[in-house]
């Protein structure tokens, strides 16, 4: 696909809930042998250390692929995302 001029340009303004990832541990398969998928799952530790680790699934992180110092986010109605931190600092301020 080819864009011959340049696209529209947005500003956001959502607020949104957010954890800078400090760590991620992957979670073992719990079937060895029997499947070969990349990702079971894992726990993300936030940098806040105000904050437990949490799990997300293997759907998360085969959709998302997050990275430690990147931004774990959950919008209104329960979507949960990742942001690259650079994106993620430039485009939210703390509230």
């Not at 080819?2 to 957010?18: D, F, G, M, Q, S």
């Not at 990349?38 to 998360?60: C, I, K, N």
């Not at 949960?80 to 993620?88: G, K, L, R, T």
Request: proline share 9%.
């Amino acid at each position: 696909m080819t864009i011959n001029r340049e696209l529209p340009r947005y500003r956001c303004h959502k607020e949104v809930w957010a954890l800078k990832i400090k760590s991620i541990e992957h979670l073992p398969n719990p079937e060895p042998g029997r499947c070969a998928a990349a990702s079971y799952g894992a726990v993300l530790t936030p940098e806040d250390g105000r904050y437990a680790p949490f799990e997300v699934s293997d759907d998360y992180m085969m959709k998302h692929r997050p990275q430690a110092g990147g931004y774990y986010v959950l919008y209104q109605g329960g979507y949960q995302s990742y942001s690259p931190a650079d994106a993620f600092e430039g485009g939210y301020t703390p509230i």
